[in-house]
C-alpha cells in the first residue's frame, strides 16, 4: 500500500498524470477514489475489497492525463481500448497490482469472486509500474474452464429457453450492465436509436431478450470477464455467462481470447479463410 | 404444391436475406428456369452479405418469423473482395449465441449461392422450409 | 385512533387461508416470492410460494400501480398476420374494440410490502392524481389495490425511513391493515380501512392481551434502534446549485439508471409507440437522451448535472411544488448503487459546500 500511495505522490508532484484514480474506502466499503493532488494520495488503499473495474472511467476523461490502478483483469481492458484505437499509451499510466483473487460481493460468505478460479493475470500483461502483492499467494483452481456453460449446452433447447426467459422476465431496462462494462462505450447506443427502431426500448421479454442477446454479441471478442456486469445487475441476471459463452467460442472456433496483445485485430474483425473453412462444413449450406 | 396444402398444416413464413451479386442473381435465375420451390420465403436484397447483421436476426426472430435464411457469394468470390467472410465470423458467433439462449438452429441458417446455382436455390429454399416445417411454429414472443 | 376492536391477534397458518381465500375469489395475489438470492413482489397463486424472511423486495411496490410498461392505448387491427393461405384475411382486418382500449383492470391485495412502500403510495398520489390532471391509468389501479403492510422487524443499515414525519418501521400511513410478527407463529393485525375490513371478514380472531401488546412495544424500539441513517438536506440547497462539489461528487457515478428505476418514489416516464401500442414506460433522468429535444440538443449534456439532477428534483423542486420531499427512506438506492453512492453523504458534503460565485 505504501508502495501504491508513493508511486501515486510521485506522478502527481511531478505533473505525469492529472488525476490518479484508484480505490479508497469510506464507511467500511470501497469505492473509487480520484486523486488530483499528492496530499489527498493517502487515502488510496488494494486489497479483497477492490471489485471495480477503473479502467471504465476512461470513458470520461479521454484526452487527458490520468493514472489508473489496475489489476489483471482490468488491464486487459486498456488492451482492447488500444487495439480500438480509443485512447493514445501516451496518455495513461498503468499502475498495475499484482491481485490473488477479489471478492465476491454477492456471497453470504464472502468467498472469491468467480472469475478469480480460472485467472490466468495475476501480474497485469500491460503496465507502466507495478506493486507487488502483499500476503500470501493462492494459485488459482485449475480446473475446466468454461465446465458450467458446457453443462448448460447439455440441456435441452426448451429448458434453455424458460431459464433465460424467466431471467429475462426480470430485467428492468437500468442499463447498469451497459454503463459499468468499460467495453460499452458507444456515445449513442443502439437502443437508443428510434429511427429506425432495432431494439425495444420498454421492458418486456421481447425488449429484455433483444437487449441482452445483442449486447452479448457486441462485446463477442471484447469481453475481459472482468464480471463487474453481473455484480451491478441488481436482479441478479447471470450475465457472465452469456459472456463465457462467446468468449468459449472465441477460443475454440478462432483461438482468439481480448486484451492479451494491444497490436492486434480483434477476432471478430479479422478473418483466415484457410482457417475459417472449416465452419463452413457445420454451419453453411 | 398447391395442391398439398391443408387447411391445417402449419406454413412457416420464412425471410431471405441476399446478396446482390451471387445470391439474388441466382434466385432470380431460378425464376427465369420456371423451377418449383416451396414459396414461403420472402426474398429481401442486400448489397453484400456483410451486410449481415445481428439485429436483422433479432427482429425477424422476435417478430415471429419462423426462419431467417443469409445467402451470400462463396468464398473467395465477393464482389467486394472479403465480405463473405466477415459475414462468415459473425454468422457463426450470432447463431451460437442465440442456440445457447435456447432458440432452435434450424431457424437461423446461411448459405453460399452463386449466380448459376439456380437449381441450388430451389433446392436450399426446399430444405430449409422442411427443416423449419419440422420444428414448428415460432411462439416464444408471442 | 384505531379502536381495540380492530387489533387482533392470528396463526401464520390462518394468515395463509385467508391469503389463499383471497386468490379463490379471483383477485391477484401480489406478494413476496424468493428469485435468485433476491426478493420480488409478485402475482401469486399458491400461498405456499410467498416468502416471510426477508428484508425487502428489490422493485419497489409502485411498478404495481404505475407499471414499467403500460399500454395506453392500442390501435392495431386486432388480428395476427394472417396466414400465407388465408390472403383474403388480409382485407378483412377485425376491428378491436376503439374505445376504452385497455383491457379491464383487476382488483389486486398487494401482501408483503414494508411501511416504506406503502408510504411511497401516499407520496405518488400528489403529482398523479391532482386537482386539475387526474392520470386515469393510475387513479383505477389506485382505486383497485388494497395494500396489507408487513411491519419491519430488522431493518437494513441502508434504511433510514424515520427520518420522515409519518415514516417509521412500524408505520402505519398509506397501507389498510398492518401485520406485525410478534412471535414465531403469531402476527398482530391492525385493520385501517375499509378495504382492510373487507379481506379480515371474519370476526372470531382473538383479540391481543396486554402482554402482547408490550411484546409489541418493544419490538417497535428496537426496530427503530436499528435504524442507523438519517436525511439531513441543507437549508439553503437551492443556492448551492453552482457549487463546484457536484463535479467531484458525481465522478464516480456511472450514470446508470438503478437508484432512479429501485427509487420507491421517482415517477419519470417516455411514452413511445411500440407496433400497434401505445405505450409509456419509466426512463430515468440519468441518460442523456432524457432532455434530447427535437432538435437534437441535449440539455443536460455533462455527468455532474444529470447527477444533481436527481437531488434538485427530491428536495427542493417537488418540497417547492408538493410540500414535501420525494422521498420515504427506503434506502435501494443506497443498497443497489454499483458504485455504492450514498445520497445522505452527498447532502451533507454539498451542505459543507460553499456557494460559487
Not at chain 1, 478469480?116 to 497485469?124: D, I, K, L, Q
Not at chain 3, 379481506?199 to 424500539?221: C, D, M, T, Y
Request: glycine fraction near 6%; include cysteine.
Amino acid at each position: 500500500m505504501k508502495e501504491l500511495i508513493d508511486k501515486a505522490k510521485e506522478l502527481l508532484k511531478e505533473k505525469k498524470v492529472e488525476t490518479v484514480i484508484g480505490y479508497r474506502e469510506i464507511r467500511g466499503c470501497v469505492v473509487p477514489a480520484y486523486v488530483d493532488s499528492p496530499c489527498d494520495a493517502d487515502c488510496l488503499i488494494f486489497d479483497k475489497r477492490c471489485v471495480y473495474n477503473l479502467a471504465n472511467y476512461l470513458k470520461w476523461f479521454k484526452n487527458k492525463n490520468v493514472a489508473l490502478v489496475l489489476k489483471g483483469c482490468d488491464a486487459k481492458s486498456i488492451n482492447v481500448w488500444l487495439q480500438e484505437f480509443q485512447i493514445k499509451r501516451e496518455n495513461i499510466f498503468i499502475i498495475g497490482v499484482e491481485c490473488y483473487g477479489v471478492m465476491n460481493e454477492k456471497s453470504a460468505d464472502a468467498g472469491l469472486s468467480d472469475k478469480c478460479g480460472h485467472c490466468e493475470a495475476h501480474v497485469p500483461n500491460i503496465y507502466d509500474a507495478v506493486i507487488k502483492h502483499q500476503g500470501d499467494k493462492k494459485e488459482s483452481v485449475q480446473g475446466e474452464p468454461f465446465k458450467d456453460i458446457q453443462e448448460f449446452e447439455k440441456l435441452p433447447h426448451d429448458e434453455r429457453w424458460d431459464f433465460w426467459k424467466k431471467q429475462f422476465e426480470k430485467c428492468i431496462k437500468c442499463y447498469a450492465c451497459r454503463e459499468i462494462c468499460p467495453m460499452c462505450y458507444c456515445k449513442e447506443c443502439i437502443v437508443e436509436r428510434n429511427i429506425p427502431q432495432w431494439i425495444m426500448s420498454s421492458p418486456s421479454v421481447k425488449g429484455n431478450f433483444e437487449w441482452n442477446m445483442v449486447r452479448a454479441f457486441h462485446l463477442a471478442g471484447r469481453c475481459v470477464e472482468c464480471g463487474e456486469c453481473e455484480r451491478a445487475c441488481p436482479v441478479n441476471i447471470p450475465l457472465m455467462k452469456l459472456n463465457k459463452k462467446l468468449i468459449k467460442e472465441m477460443k475454440e472456433l478462432f483461438d482468439y481470447s481480448a486484451g492479451q496483445k494491444e497490436d492486434v485485430k480483434s477476432a471478430i474483425d479479422d478473418f483466415y479463410p484457410e482457417k475459417d473453412i472449416k465452419i463452413d462444413d457445420k454451419m453453411i449450406r | 404444391m398447391e395442391e398439398k396444402k391443408e387447411k391445417n398444416g402449419f406454413e412457416p413464413r420464412l425471410v431471405g436475406i441476399l446478396c446482390r451479386w451471387c445470391s439474388y442473381q441466382g434466385a432470380d435465375l431460378a425464376g427465369t428456369s420456371r423451377l418449383k420451390y416451396e414459396p414461403n420465403m420472402t426474398v429481401l436484397r442486400v448489397p453484400c452479405s456483410a451486410r449481415m447483421s445481428p439485429l436483422f436476426l433479432m427482429k425477424g426472430l422476435t417478430s415471429d418469423i419462423d426462419g431467417i435464411l443469409f445467402s451470400g457469394c462463396h468464398p473467395g468470390d465477393c464482389h467486394y473482395i472479403s465480405g463473405n467472410m466477415n459475414a462468415r465470423r459473425r454468422f457463426v458467433i450470432f447463431k451460437k449465441l442465440l442456440e445457447f439462449a435456447g432458440m432452435e438452429p434450424e431457424r437461423i441458417q446461411m448459405s453460399w449461392c452463386s449466380a448459376s446455382e439456380d437449381k441450388k436455390w430451389a433446392d436450399i429454399v426446399d430444405s430449409v422450409t422442411i427443416e423449419v416445417k419440422k420444428t414448428g411454429p415460432n411462439n416464444k414472443f408471442k | 385512533m384505531i379502536s381495540e376492536m380492530k387489533k387482533f391477534i392470528i396463526s401464520k397458518n390462518e394468515l395463509k387461508k385467508i391469503l389463499a381465500g383471497i386468490v379463490a375469489e379471483n383477485i391477484k395475489l401480489i406478494a413476496p416470492v424468493s428469485r435468485d438470492n433476491a426478493f420480488f413482489l409478485e402475482e401469486v397463486s399458491d400461498a405456499e410460494k410467498i416468502a416471510w424472511d426477508y428484508s425487502n423486495v428489490v422493485k419497489p411496490v409502485k411498478e404495481h400501480i404505475f407499471p414499467m410498461r403500460e399500454v395506453l392505448l392500442d390501435f392495431g387491427r386486432g388480428t395476427d398476420p394472417p396466414a400465407l393461405d388465408e390472403p383474403e384475411a388480409r382485407s378483412s382486418g377485425k376491428e378491436k374494440n376503439p374505445a376504452g382500449n385497455m383491457p379491464p383492470v383487476k382488483e389486486q391485495v398487494i401482501f408483503g410490502l414494508r411501511p416504506c412502500d406503502a408510504r411511497s403510495l401516499l407520496v405518488l398520489d400528489k403529482p398523479f392524481l391532482q386537482e386539475k390532471y387526474v392520470d386515469s391509468y393510475y387513479k383505477e389501479r389506485r382505486e383497485k389495490t388494497t395494500l396489507i403492510a408487513m411491519a419491519c422487524l430488522n431493518p437494513e443499515k441502508t434504511c433510514l425511513c424515520s427520518s420522515f414525519e409519518n415514516g417509521g418501521p412500524f408505520s402505519s400511513a398509506g397501507s389498510d391493515v398492518l401485520c406485525v410478527q410478534t412471535g414465531q407463529d403469531e402476527f398482530l393485525v391492525e385493520i385501517l380501512s375499509e378495504k382492510g375490513e373487507k379481506i379480515f371478514k371474519n370476526p372470531s380472531f382473538a383479540q391481543p392481551s396486554g402482554e402482547v401488546l408490550k411484546k409489541l412495544e418493544n419490538l417497535k424500539a428496537d426496530s427503530e434502534a436499528k435504524i442507523c441513517k438519517a436525511l439531513k438536506v441543507p437549508e439553503n440547497l437551492r443556492e448551492l446549485f453552482e457549487a463546484g462539489t457536484w463535479e467531484t461528487e458525481s465522478l464516480s457515478c456511472i450514470a446508470c439508471g438503478i437508484c432512479r428505476y429501485l427509487s420507491a418514489t421517482c415517477y419519470c416516464f417516455n411514452i413511445t409507440d411500440e407496433f400497434e401500442q401505445r405505450l409509456r414506460y419509466w426512463i430515468p433522468c440519468s441518460f442523456k437522451n432524457y432532455t434530447k429535444m427535437t432538435s437534437g440538443e441535449i440539455s443536460r449534456e455533462k455527468k455532474s448535472a444529470r447527477f444533481k439532477h436527481w437531488y434538485f428534483h427530491k428536495f427542493s423542486y417537488h418540497k417547492d411544488n408538493f410540500g414535501e420531499y420525494l422521498c420515504v427512506g427506503c434506502g435501494r438506492c443506497i443498497k443497489y448503487c454499483p458504485v455504492k453512492i450514498d445520497f445522505t453523504e452527498v447532502l451533507g458534503k454539498i451542505g459543507n459546500s460553499k456557494q460559487e460565485q
